[in-house]
């Protein structure tokens, strides 16, 4: 593992990572580095956004870690967060020490901060009410969103979110903070204030293009097969017959090679679009199963399902993932190269997924070029799909920043 910084340069961004054990150490190393990168060390230009990821090791100092950076660097907003393992330049610093940071110059936009708690919670039950809570502009490009899974009402906050743009989509990429397995041992940066609960977004506007990827690391088995009676997380028909005995007939018919993805867990795939005529792979919300009532015949899903929508069984695979990855990063070819990049990938993804590190990192350099990237391992992703953004599990969230067209 690195123990010193790395950082790219191109445009209006850098990024910079680094492996070492001691807090105050990484943030002068990628204080330091942001620094340089940024035109060449000259600071005069100012650094209108730093996003900050530190592994669970700089809990304890995270505050310090960012105090480094912000005197550093003055940026106008700074937001951060605590994960399992963190990402960036060319490096995924998994189950290591690692703090990593992307800066960005992003002339001609407006950004507007804002942060949430169990304690001053957003007006989630009037959605008209979040766009002047929230800052939203009519020029609105990207709200970017870290929140600690255990206090934050998600599957209520994303809803809401895309309810209050009305007719038109207000995108969210972001992640959950994977730095604690229990309330309170996450750390939420918004300027100067660390928080333990609730979250922060900063929506930036005006003039910047910005295009989003999500990439699931999961594949459809079996056919699709509808829900026709349900109890909150608990699945207990199918298509008229009991959850269990549907998925285990499902299991029963696959072929040899299938039927071993299945030890690595089952998935459940909710279709996002029941218009579509087709469902294939980057149609379905991905969730868990948890387990199976088996006195009821039922399957306990990791998210409230109901009576009507279409479901389809997953199983994680590197080999989809991969090619799913490639295919989303050649369209973005298409386009003029990016300036900077934020990744927010599953902490199922990774070695664990691909047996080697790096695999998503090094996909997004070969197919967009070295674009300055930084990131971390989620207990959750947030990201686009169509009009509407959701939570995802077993993906890779990718939001790219260029020069407007």
Same mark, same amino acid.
């Given at each position: 593992?690195?123990?010193?910084?790395?950082?790219?340069?191109?445009?209006?961004?850098?990024?910079?990572? =680094?492996?070492?054990?001691?807090?105050?150490?990484?943030?002068?190393?990628?204080?330091?580095?942001?620094?340089?990168?940024?035109?060449?060390?000259?600071?005069?230009?100012? $650094?209108?956004?730093?996003?900050?990821?530190?592994?669970?090791?700089?809990?304890?100092?995270? =505050?310090?870690?960012?105090?480094?950076?912000?005197?550093?660097?003055?940026?106008?907003?700074?937001?951060?967060?605590?994960?399992?393992?963190?990402?960036?330049?060319?490096?995924?610093?998994?189950?290591?020490?690692?703090?990593?940071?992307?800066?960005?110059?992003?002339?001609?936009?407006?950004?507007?901060?804002?942060?949430?708690?169990?304690?001053?919670?957003?007006?989630?039950?009037?959605?008209?009410?979040?766009?002047?809570?929230?800052?939203?502009?009519?020029?609105?490009?990207?709200?970017?969103?870290?929140?600690?899974?255990?206090?934050?009402?998600?599957?209520?906050?994303?809803?809401?979110?895309?309810?209050?743009?009305?007719?038109?989509?207000?995108?969210?990429?972001?992640?959950?903070?994977?730095?604690?397995?229990?309330?309170?041992?996450?750390?939420?940066?918004?300027?100067?204030?660390?928080?333990?609960?609730?979250?922060?977004?900063?929506?930036?506007?005006?003039?910047?293009?910005?295009?989003?990827?999500?990439?699931?690391?999961?594949?459809?088995?079996?056919?699709?097969?509808?829900?026709?009676?349900?109890?909150?997380?608990?699945?207990?028909?199918?298509?008229?017959?009991?959850?269990?005995?549907?998925?285990?007939?499902?299991?029963?018919?696959?072929?040899?090679?299938?039927?071993?993805?299945?030890?690595?867990?089952?998935?459940?795939?909710?279709?996002?679009?029941?218009?579509?005529?087709?469902?294939?792979?980057?149609?379905?919300?991905?969730?868990?199963?948890?387990?199976?009532?088996?006195?009821?015949?039922?399957?306990?899903?990791?998210?409230?399902?109901?009576?009507?929508?279409?479901?389809?069984?997953?199983?994680?695979?590197?080999?989809?993932?991969?090619?799913?990855?490639?295919?989303?990063?050649?369209?973005?070819?298409?386009?003029?190269?990016?300036?900077?990049?934020?990744?927010?990938? $599953?902490?199922?993804?990774?070695?664990?997924?691909?047996?080697?590190?790096?695999?998503?990192?090094?996909?997004?350099?070969?197919?967009?070029?070295?674009?300055?990237?930084?990131?971390?391992?989620?207990?959750?992703?947030?990201?686009?799909?169509?009009?509407?953004?959701?939570?995802?599990?077993?993906?890779?969230?990718?939001?790219?920043?260029?020069?407007?067209?």
């Amino acid at each position: 593992m690195p123990d010193a910084p790395h950082s790219n340069t191109t445009g209006n961004a850098t990024s910079a990572i =680094s492996g070492h054990f001691d807090t105050r150490t990484a943030a002068m190393e990628v204080a330091e580095s942001l620094h340089a990168g940024l035109s060449g060390g000259d600071s005069g230009g100012g $650094c209108d956004l730093v996003i900050m990821f530190a592994s669970f090791h700089h809990a304890a100092a995270f =505050s310090e870690a960012s105090e480094v950076i912000r005197s550093t660097l003055n940026p106008k907003v700074m937001m951060g967060v605590t994960a399992e393992s963190v990402l960036g330049g060319d490096d995924e610093l998994e189950g290591a020490a690692g703090l990593s940071a992307l800066a960005l110059r992003l002339p001609g936009t407006k950004l507007h901060p804002f942060t949430f708690s169990p304690n001053d919670p957003l007006p989630l039950s009037n959605p008209t009410q979040i766009p002047e809570c929230i800052g939203l502009t009519d020029d609105h490009r990207v709200t970017l969103l870290l929140a600690d899974p255990f206090t934050t009402p998600v599957t209520r906050f994303l809803p809401a979110f895309n309810a209050c743009g009305h007719d038109r989509p207000i995108p969210i990429v972001g992640g959950m903070a994977s730095g604690g397995s229990q309330p309170g041992y996450n750390r939420i940066l918004c300027n100067e204030q660390v928080m333990n609960a609730g979250g922060v977004g900063v929506n930036i506007s005006g003039d910047i293009g910005v295009d989003f990827i999500v990439s699931q690391g999961c594949r459809p088995i079996g056919n699709p097969m509808v829900i026709t009676k349900s109890e909150n997380h608990v699945i207990l028909e199918l298509g008229g017959r009991p959850a269990m005995e549907m998925v285990k007939k499902t299991a029963e018919s696959l072929p040899d090679h299938e039927k071993k993805m299945l030890t690595h867990g089952l998935l459940l795939g909710t279709v996002i679009n029941e218009y579509k005529d087709h469902q294939g792979r980057g149609d379905f919300l991905i969730r868990n199963v948890l387990g199976f009532d088996e006195k009821r015949g039922g399957l306990l899903a990791g998210e409230q399902s109901n009576v009507g929508q279409t479901i389809q069984l997953q199983v994680r695979d590197a080999k989809t993932a991969s090619e799913d990855l490639q295919l989303l990063l050649d369209a973005q070819q298409l386009h003029q190269p990016p300036f900077g990049a934020l990744l927010f990938t $599953c902490n199922g993804r990774g070695q664990r997924l691909f047996g080697k590190p790096n695999h998503d990192l090094e996909m997004i350099h070969n197919r967009l070029g070295d674009v300055p990237t930084a990131g971390f391992f989620c207990a959750g992703e947030i990201g686009p799909i169509g009009d509407q953004s959701f939570l995802h599990g077993h993906t890779a969230s990718l939001v790219v920043f260029r020069e407007p067209s």
